[in-house]
C-alpha cells in the first residue's frame, strides 16, 4: 500500500514537471506580453526597464528555473493586470467554483446514479426509455443554450431564482460560501444543474450499461436463487460491481467542472475561477494563465490518486496487482 | 414413494420467441424424496437446467411455466409471487449453479455475501449470521472457515469456491437443493471430493438434491435415480442402478454407449448420430426418431410413457428389452449409498 502510494506519487510529480514545461512553453511562444502591458507610446527606456524587470532578457530556461523556484517557494507570480499575488487571485475565486462544480456533481450523482440503476434494471419498461432519452438531450444540447433556456424560464418568466450572480457569502474555514444560506442557494441551483446537465446524461447511461451487465450475470442469479430480496440484490451486489466506471468517470467530471466550467459561469455571471481564466487569456495575463494551467493539472492528478486509491477499496482483485 | 419431498408435475416451460412458441420443458414429471439424488441427464439444450430454474421460478422474459405444478412439501409453488416465492427460495429450496467462478460476486467478501444469504431469511444479528456461516462452511469440509470468511472469491480455488456456493445453499437446511452442473467446471480430483461431500450431505441432513448434469458417470456413482431428458421431455427414468446397467430407451442406450471408460479401446467410439433438435423445429411424435436406429413407422406419433416393472419409465414406441447380464459401473467409484 505504501508502495503503490509513494510510486503514484512520483508519477504525479512528473506529470506536474512535464505539464509545468509544456505549458510555460506554449504560454511564451504567444508572444511578449510587455506590448499589451504598456501604453504604445511610450518609451524606449521604460519598455526596456520593464522586460528587465520582469526577466524577458533572460534564456528561455533560465526564465523557467526561476519561475520553478519561485512556485516551490509558494510564489507564482504577480498578475499583470491585478498587481496581486497569482495564487491569492486564483484561491480567492476557487471557493465559488468549487462550491458549484460540488453542487453540481452532488445533483448529477444523486440523480443520475438512481435513474440509470432503474433504466438498467428495468430496461424495456416505458420510463426507463425515457430516462434513455433525457440522458441523450443531457450531453448532446450546448449547455450554454441550456443555461439561457433555464434563465428565461426560472428566472425571467417565472422568478423563482434570481438570473445571475452569486448569493452572500460568509466565511467557513478560511473559504468564502454561499451556501452556507438559503438565498446562496437559490443562487446556485440553475447554474449547478446547468452544469450538471452532461454528467447526468454520462452518468445515467454508464449506470445503465453496467446495471444491465450485473443484472445479467450468474451472481445476481445465484443471489436470487438464495432469496435475496431485489432491494438487497440491487444495492448489495450491483452498485459495489458497476461503481469504478462510475468513480472514474466521477473523478475525471469533477477536475474538468472545477477547471472548466468556463461557459456556465459566463452564462450566469459567477465569478468563479473559469471567468478569471477566460479574462486573463483576454488580456494575455500570462502568470495567471500559467499558474492556473498548472493548478488544473495538479488538481487532475490529485483527483486521480484519490480515485486510484477508491479502486482499490471496491476491487479487491487491483489491490492483489498493485501489491504483486 | 409417496413421501417425496419435491413433485413436479406435468411441468411446461415455454419461451415466446418471434419463431413462435419454444416448448423447453415439456410435460416434465418426477419426484425426489428425502436425502436421495436424482440426476437429471441429458445433452445440452435438452432442457435440464431450464427445468432446474423453473422449480426456483427463476425464468425471466420471454419465458414463462405455462402448465403443471411444483409440489414442495405437498404445496403447488409455481402459483407463488414476489415476495411469497422469494421466502421459498434459499430457504426450502437452493440453488447451485454451474461454474463457480461466476456464483459469488467478486468484489464481495465471502462472509458478506453469507451474512446476506443468512438474514435474508432471518432476521438475527450479523454475529449470529456470521456463526451460521462459519459453520456452514465447515459442514462443507473447509479448513479454516473463520479466515475464508474473510476471503474474497479470487482468493479462493474452484473446488473451493464450489464448496462455498454448496454452503450457501445449505445455510437453511433447505429441503431439497438443485444443483445445475456444479463439478462440470471442476478437475476430476476436485469433482470427486465434491461429490463424496454431497453424498454425505444428502445422508447426514436428508437434503434432496436434483443434479442437472449431462455427465453420465457422475450420475452412475452418484444419483439414486435417473431422469434422462431429451428435447424438453423425460424419455427415460428409474433406479440409477437399472437405468445404467440396462436402458430401456435408445437414448439412453446411445449415451451410454458413447461414454469412453465403457469403450474397448483401439476401436470406433459408437456415436449418437446427428445431433439435438431445434426446438423450433422439433419432429411430429417422437422428437428423437430422426437419429434412432431403432425408429419405426408408429414414431411419427407421439410415445406413450411405458410403464416397466420396479418404477422404471421410457418413453418409447419400440423401448429396448432388458439385459440380465451383471450391473456394469462407469467409473471405479461410487458415491452411492449402501442402502
New interface residues.
Given amino acids: 500500500m505504501i508502495g503503490f502510494l509513494i510510486q503514484r506519487v512520483l508519477q504525479a510529480l512528473m506529470v506536474v514537471i512535464a505539464m509545468s514545461i509544456i505549458v510555460f512553453l506554449g504560454v511564451y511562444a504567444i508572444g511578449n506580453p510587455i506590448d499589451v502591458m504598456i501604453d504604445p507610446a511610450s518609451d524606449q527606456a521604460l519598455r526596456e526597464a520593464l522586460i528587465q524587470r520582469y526577466g524577458f532578457d533572460r534564456p528561455l530556461f533560465e526564465q523557467y528555473f526561476i519561475f520553478m523556484n519561485n512556485m516551490l517557494h509558494g510564489d507564482l507570480g504577480e498578475s499583470f493586470i491585478y498587481r496581486l499575488p497569482v495564487l491569492n487571485l486564483i484561491l480567492s475565486r476557487l471557493p465559488a467554483t468549487l462550491e458549484l462544480a460540488l453542487t453540481a456533481m452532488l445533483i448529477a450523482t444523486l440523480l443520475g446514479i438512481p435513474l440509470g440503476l432503474w433504466a438498467g434494471y428495468k430496461p424495456d419498461s416505458l420510463s426507463a426509455k425515457a430516462i434513455m432519452g433525457f440522458s441523450v438531450l443531457g450531453f448532446s444540447v450546448p449547455s450554454f443554450w441550456v443555461g439561457l433556456l433555464l434563465i428565461m424560464v426560472f428566472a425571467v418568466e417565472l422568478g423563482w431564482f434570481p438570473s445571475g450572480g452569486r448569493g452572500p457569502t460568509t466565511e467557513v474555514l478560511g473559504m468564502n460560501l454561499s451556501i452556507t444560506s438559503l438565498e446562496g442557494w437559490s443562487y446556485i441551483l440553475l447554474p449547478a444543474f446547468n452544469l450538471a446537465l452532461f454528467k447526468l446524461g454520462l452518468l445515467i447511461r454508464l449506470t445503465r450499461a453496467g446495471t444491465v451487465e450485473v443484472m445479467g ?3 445476481v ?9 431485489e432491494g ?1 440484490v440491487v444495492g ?2 450491483v452498485l ?2 458497476i461503481s469504478i466506471p462510475i468513480v472514474t468517470v466521477f473523478g475525471l467530471e469533477l477536475g474538468s467542472t472545477l477547471a472548466f466550467a468556463v461557459v456556465t459561469e459566463t452564462v450566469f455571471n459567477w465569478p468563479g475561477m473559469g471567468k478569471l481564466i477566460i479574462d486573463s487569456i483576454t488580456v494575455l495575463d500570462r502568470p495567471v494563465m500559467v499558474a492556473y494551467l498548472i493548478l488544473v493539472v495538479f488538481l487532475f492528478v490529485m483527483i486521480n490518486l484519490v480515485v486510484d486509491l477508491i479502486y482499490g477499496q ?4 487491483i489491490r ?1 496487482k498493485a501489491a504483486s | 414413494m409417496s413421501d417425496a419431498v419435491l413433485r413436479v408435475n406435468n411441468l411446461q416451460t415455454q419461451f415466446e420467441t418471434r419463431g413462435g412458441v419454444l416448448k423447453a420443458v415439456d410435460g416434465v414429471s418426477f419426484e425426489v424424496g428425502r436425502g436421495r439424488i436424482l440426476g437429471l441427464v441429458g445433452e445440452s439444450g435438452s432442457g435440464k437446467s431450464v427445468t432446474g430454474y423453473s422449480i ?1 421460478g ?1 425464468i425471466e422474459a420471454p419465458g414463462r411455466i405455462a402448465g403443471g405444478e411444483v409440489l414442495l412439501n405437498g404445496k403447488d409453488i409455481t402459483r407463488l409471487r414476489g ?1 411469497a416465492m ?6 426450502q429450496i ?2 447451485v ?1 454451474q ?1 463457480p467462478m ?7 467478501k465471502i462472509g ?2 453469507m451474512i ?2 443468512v438474514r ?2 432471518d432476521k438475527v444479528s450479523r454475529k449470529a449470521a456470521r456463526a451460521r456461516a462459519r459453520d456452514a462452511l465447515a459442514k462443507v469440509g473447509i479448513p479454516s472457515p473463520e479466515e475464508r470468511l474473510d476471503a ?1 472469491p ?1 482468493q479462493l480455488s474452484g473446488g473451493m469456491r464450489q464448496r462455498v ?1 454448496i454452503a ?2 445449505l ?1 437453511h437446511s433447505p429441503a431439497v437443493i438443485i444443483a445445475d452442473e456444479p463439478t462440470t467446471a471442476l478437475d476430476v480430483s476436485i469433482q470427486g471430493q465434491i461429490l463424496a461431500e454431497v453424498r454425505r450431505l444428502a445422508d447426514e441432513t436428508g437434503t434432496a438434491f436434483v443434479w442437472v448434469t449431462h455427465d453420465l458417470a457422475v450420475v452412475s456413482s452418484l444419483a439414486d435415480d435417473i431422469c434422462v431428458m431429451y428435447a424438453g421431455r423425460v424419455v427415460e427414468s428409474g433406479p440409477a442402478a437399472d437405468v445404467i446397467a440396462s436402458p430401456r430407451h435408445p437414448y439412453t442406450a446411445g449415451l451410454l454407449a458413447s461414454v469412453p471408460a465403457e469403450h474397448e479401446p483401439g476401436t470406433k467410439l459408437p456415436q449418437v448420430p446427428g445431433s439435438t433438435p431445434s426446438l423450433a423445429n422439433l419432429p411430429q411424435g417422437c422428437a428423437f426418431a430422426p437419429r434412432c436406429a431403432k425408429a419405426g413407422p408408429a414414431c411419427t406419433t407421439t410415445p406413450p410413457v411405458q410403464q416397466f416393472e420396479d418404477g422404471r419409465t421410457a418413453l418409447c414406441h419400440y423401448p429396448i428389452e432388458p439385459v440380465s447380464c451383471q450391473p456394469l459401473s462407469l467409473t471405479s467409484t461410487t458415491y452411492r449409498s449402501a442402502s
Fill in positions: 450475470s450468474d451472481y442469479r445465484f443471489a436470487r436463487a438464495q432469496g435475496l430480496s438487497k448489495l451486489h459495489k460491481n471496491l476491487d479487491p482483485r492483489v | 426456483l427463476l415476495d422469494r421466502q421459498v427460495r434459499g430457504a437452493a440453488m449453479f461454474d461466476m456464483t459469488l460476486n467478486p468484489v464481495l458478506t455475501q446476506a444469504a435474508a431469511h474474497y479470487h456456493a450457501i445453499a445455510l
